[in-house]
C-alpha cells in the first residue's frame, strides 16, 4: 500500500536533456512496460482503501516519467531494475524541475515530496510482488538513495488533514467521474471544439464562439467558467490563438482511475474560478470571498443552514444572528440590509450553480459538498485558503463593503474572509 498520500502536483512534467526523438522513443518502452503493470499496481497500492485507486494511477504517470529518464543512457529494452548510480545522478535535478514548474511556487516541497513517495512506492511494489529485476544489493541502494532525498524533504508520510472526513466508495467516485453534471458539459464543449477553434489572445472565447456554447451548457457565464476551467485543467491546449483538446480530454468522462483523476482537476479549478472571481473591495469579491467561508466549512463537516445565506438583508436582526457565522462584520452603516441583500443575492446565484453541476447539495437545507465531490472541493478551499495567512507578517485581509455607487461604506464596513474554518463560527442548528 503507498506509503506517501501527499497530493499529486498540477505540473510532473519537469523538463530533461535527453534528444526529444531518442526521448519519445524509450518513453514509448518504459509506457508499455509499466502499462502492463498497472492493473496489479492499483489492487497492490489500494487494498482496503477504495479511494486510492484514482491516487495510484496518478502515481504510474510520475513513474513513467522518471523510469523514462533513468533509462535513457541504457540499450534495449527497460527492465524492472533501477541503476543505483543513475537514480542517485537524476533524482536531485528532476526534483529541481519539478519545484520549478510547481504552481503556486509554495508547493514545490510537497510536490518534491510526492514524487519521492511515489518512487518509493513503486519500488515497495517491484519488491513485495517479486518483479525486481535487479540484485538485492541493487534495490538496497536505491531504497537508500530515496530515504536520503525523504530526509532532506522532511518525510513523505503526513497524517492527512482530511483524516476523519467522510471517503467516497470506489462505485461513488466511479459514477461521479463518469456522470457529474460539469463532466457532462465539459465533454459536450470538447465534443464542440472537435479538432480545434480559434480564441482571442487571452486564450478566452469570442463572443460568437461564447454565444455557440452557452448554447450547449445553458448560459454565457456558465460557458465561460467552464472554459476557463478547462483550460486551467488542461483539458484544453491553447496555443497560437488556436485551441485544441489537451492531453487530458480523452481521460474526461472514464470511471476509472484516469477518468477520476480528470474529473478531479476540473472541478477543483470550478470551485477555484468560484471563489477568486471578481476583484476584493467590490461586491464580486465579497462573494467570492464569503463563499469561500461556507465551502471551508462545508468541507470540514460543518455546513451552513441556506436559509442563513438567504436571510441576509430581509431584516437587520438578520445581521446579529447570522452575520458573525459567515464573517460579516455588524457595523455595516445605514446600507447594511441593501448591501447584504446584494451579497445574499451573489452568493445564491453562485450556490445554485455549483449545486447544479454537481458540486454542492443543498437537498437537506445546508449548504454540503456531496461526498464524491469533497477531494475536489477541499483541493480549491484549502489551497485558497493558505495563501496570504501562511505569512507570518501578512494579516488577515478585511474587505470593504461597496455602496450602491461603487464607492467604499465607512471603515467598519468589511467583510472578513476566515483564514481557518474555526474562525467562522459554529452554524446555527
Not at 254 to 272: C, H, K, P, R
Amino acid at each position: 500500500m503507498p506509503k506517501s498520500r501527499t497530493r499529486k502536483p498540477k505540473n510532473t512534467r519537469p523538463r530533461t536533456a535527453t534528444p526529444l526523438g531518442e526521448y519519445e522513443r524509450r518513453r514509448r518502452s518504459v509506457d508499455l512496460m509499466v502499462d502492463r503493470l498497472t492493473p496489479d499496481y492499483i489492487a497492490w497500492a489500494s487494498q482496503g482503501e477504495d479511494d486510492l485507486s484514482a491516487f495510484a494511477t496518478g502515481q504510474l504517470l510520475v513513474v513513467k516519467m522518471f523510469v523514462t529518464i533513468v533509462s535513457s543512457l541504457g540499450k534495449g529494452a527497460p527492465t524492472l531494475r533501477l541503476d543505483p548510480d543513475q537514480v542517485a545522478g537524476f533524482l536531485p535535478p528532476f526534483l529541481d524541475d519539478v519545484a520549478a514548474s510547481a504552481d503556486p511556487e509554495d508547493a514545490a516541497v510537497d510536490d518534491q515530496r510526492y514524487v519521492v513517495g511515489t518512487l518509493v512506492d513503486w519500488l515497495s511494489f517491484l519488491e513485495e510482488t517479486g518483479r525486481w529485476e535487479g540484485t538485492a544489493d541493487e534495490l538496497e541502494a536505491v531504497a537508500e538513495v530515496l530515504d536520503t532525498e525523504a530526509e532532506k524533504l522532511g518525510g513523505i508520510v503526513d497524517a492527512s488533514p482530511r483524516d476523519g472526513l467522510p471517503e467516497a466508495t470506489e462505485e461513488e467516485a466511479a459514477e461521479f467521474a463518469a456522470s457529474a453534471p460539469f463532466v457532462q458539459h465539459a465533454r459536450a464543449l470538447l465534443g464542440w471544439l472537435g479538432a480545434g477553434r480559434e480564441t482571442t489572445p487571452d486564450a478566452t472565447l469570442s463572443e460568437d464562439s461564447l454565444a455557440a456554447a452557452a448554447e450547449i451548457v445553458g448560459s454565457p457565464d456558465r460557458a465561460r467558467r467552464l472554459w476557463e476551467a478547462m483550460v486551467n485543467a488542461e483539458l484544453v491546449d491553447v496555443t497560437g490563438g488556436s485551441a485544441r483538446p489537451g492531453e487530458g480530454a480523452a481521460d474526461l468522462g472514464n470511471s476509472d482511475g484516469l477518468g477520476q483523476l480528470e474529473a478531479q482537476f476540473l472541478g477543483t479549478e470550478i470551485v477555484v474560478a468560484a471563489c477568486t472571481d471578481g476583484t476584493p473591495g467590490t461586491l464580486e469579491g465579497e462573494t467570492a470571498a464569503v463563499l469561500t467561508t461556507i465551502l471551508t466549512a462545508a468541507v470540514h463537516q460543518e455546513p451552513f443552514p441556506l436559509d442563513d445565506v438567504v436571510s441576509l438583508g430581509a431584516d437587520p436582526s438578520s445581521l446579529n444572528e447570522h452575520g458573525d457565522d459567515l464573517g460579516v462584520e455588524e457595523e455595516l452603516g445605514p446600507d447594511a440590509s441593501q448591501q447584504l441583500k446584494g451579497l445574499s443575492e451573489g452568493l445564491l446565484t453562485e450556490i445554485r450553480e455549483l449545486e447544479a453541476l454537481g458540486l454542492l447539495d443543498t437537498a437537506d437545507g445546508m449548504v454540503s459538498v456531496p461526498v464524491a465531490a469533497l477531494d475536489a472541493v477541499y483541493d480549491a478551499v484549502v489551497d485558497y485558503e493558505g495563501g496570504e495567512a501562511d505569512d507570518e507578517d501578512e494579516q488577515p485581509l478585511d474587505y470593504a463593503v461597496l455602496d450602491e455607487d461603487g464607492g467604499e461604506a465607512a471603515d467598519d464596513a468589511a467583510l472578513e474572509l476566515a483564514d481557518h474554518p474555526e474562525d467562522a463560527g459554529e452554524p446555527e442548528a
